[in-house]
């Protein structure tokens, strides 16, 4: 199993920044990607940056300009850096870790997937 704990959310003003942080712990094989997801009020995440192993990064519409996500100095850390916040950046902030694991017994590779509990963003007018 993976540990995800995330940290460095809060309450900010419009036009703020905030820095979230996530470190990954436990049975680490080989990390495909690191994410960050926003909770949706209907309970699903919906993606906001993700970065794979070789460095590429991607980002969500309303993320892009304003987000930077990026791999810490350990390779299993992950942070997102959030300026020029608005309401609607408001939610809860889940990290996501994809990583290779081999199948038991075989000599077959998965994907698995491991979540955090969240941190918490608010963002007032």
């Known amino acids: 199993q993976v540990q995800l704990v995330e940290s460095g959310g809060g309450s900010v003003q419009a036009g703020e920044s905030l820095r979230l942080s996530c470190t990954a712990s436990g049975a680490i094989t080989i990390i495909n990607s690191m994410s960050w997801y926003r909770k949706a009020p209907d309970n699903l995440r919906d993606l906001v940056a993700t970065i794979q192993r070789d460095g590429r990064t991607g980002y969500s519409s309303s993320a892009k300009g304003r987000f930077t996500v990026s791999r810490g100095g350990a390779e299993n850390t992950v942070s997102l850096q959030m300026n020029n916040l608005t309401p609607d950046d408001t939610g809860v902030y889940i990290c996501?870790?994809?990583?290779?694991?081999?199948?038991?017994?075989?000599?077959?590779?998965?994907?698995?997937?491991?979540w955090g509990e969240g941190t918490r963003v608010t963002v007032s007018s």
């Open positions: 996501n870790v994809e990583q290779r694991e081999l199948i038991p017994g075989t000599s077959f590779f998965e994907l698995n997937d491991y």
